[in-house]
């Protein structure tokens, strides 16, 4: 699933570059919405940038804690690292505040704007346009579309930047530290491409079910509320309240869908995590016990092997925010 769910990720994105289907156009549209804080973006990125190279600090001063400082009872070049810890543990505070404020800044002036202009669209149409739609479906296009939009703004481009920055940062680092260790560690990516066969992509068509049965609830509401007059006096309400049984059951069945689809991969991934972990203490602690390869070195193998999984994680992760938030794209621009 993880490898598939990255690889699919990665060739929509390439299309979107390359604007082969419609939605480059859409994304294109989505993007301009950022350009009057364009200014904050580019801060907003240079902070991400310090955060994730500040993230990826600590597991290499362990090391060198341990074989520059511990073991040779050097306390100047102890002292010189835990300085350097706690360095890079501040920088790594104040680029994550300002990269969190900034992205919700600009993220929900972003929503904002965008909500303006779909309300003032929906303020210009014809009166046949509203005897056409439901106005349930209207509001949630306003709503729960528009937060949909949220996650994918706000979430999905900070987390695609900083995790694909965070893998390749520690690729590199993990090679330069020792190149088998490394290669044993990447003997993980075949397990993860059998997950990836086992575990079938739904996350699409999962997401994109919930959010047609949230709107379709929306719309009942909405419809019954407004015209509440009109079914109490035909005494309509237990056929209404069957009706959003039936609504509230369906869009119970879609949510679940995307739970059992987390439960199988979380706990996955998780797995392969420990077994990478295990083999790294398994043959690094024999390969320290020989004297090929320092103890620090290995320490700072197994502290890189949970942020080597993590950016895999969240990057597969973002593949379904990806689809939902397009989902919600489309039906904006229905409008």
Not at 288 to 311: H, K, N, R
């Amino acid at each position: 699933m993880t490898f598939q769910r990255i690889w699919l990720l990665a060739r929509e994105l390439w299309r979107l570059v390359r604007g082969e289907d419609d939605r480059a156009r859409k994304v294109k549209w989505l993007l301009g919405l950022l350009r009057p804080y364009r200014a904050r973006v580019a801060l907003m990125l240079v902070a991400l940038l310090a955060a994730t190279a500040a993230g990826l600090a600590p597991p290499y001063l362990v090391g060198q804690a341990i074989d520059a400082g511990i073991r040779p009872g050097d306390i100047g070049a102890l002292r010189l690292v835990v300085g350097a810890f706690l360095l890079s543990a501040l920088v790594y505070w104040g680029a994550t505040y300002v990269q969190t404020y900034l992205v919700g800044w600009v993220g929900q002036r972003a929503l904002q704007d965008l909500r303006q202009r779909i309300f003032a669209h929906l303020q210009a149409m014809s009166i046949g346009f509203f005897t056409r739609r439901r106005p349930g479906v209207l509001i949630s296009r306003l709503t729960n579309d528009v937060q949909a939009l949220d996650s994918l703004v706000t979430d999905g481009i900070v987390t695609l930047f900083s995790s694909s920055l965070t893998l390749i940062g520690v690729v590199v680092i993990l090679l330069l530290l020792d190149v088998q260790l490394a290669l044993i560690t990447f003997l993980t990516f075949p397990l993860l491409a059998v997950a990836s066969i086992i575990f079938r992509i739904v996350a699409a068509n999962a997401y994109r079910l919930t959010r047609e049965k949230i709107a379709n609830i929306t719309a009942h509401l909405q419809e019954t509320l407004s015209g509440v007059r009109v079914v109490r006096s035909f005494a309509q309400e237990p056929r209404h309240v069957a009706r959003m049984d039936d609504l509230n059951a369906e869009n119970y069945d879609a949510n679940m869908k995307t739970v059992y689809l987390n439960a199988a991969y979380f706990p996955a991934v998780e797995l392969l995590s420990a077994v990478g972990t295990a083999v790294i203490i398994l043959y690094g602690g024999y390969q320290s016990l020989e004297g090929a390869i320092a103890i620090g070195v290995v320490v700072a193998f197994i502290g890189y092997l949970q942020t080597f999984f993590d950016p895999i994680q969240q990057i597969s992760q973002l593949y379904t925010t990806y689809q939902q938030g397009m989902a919600a794209l489309d039906k904006i621009f229905d409008l």
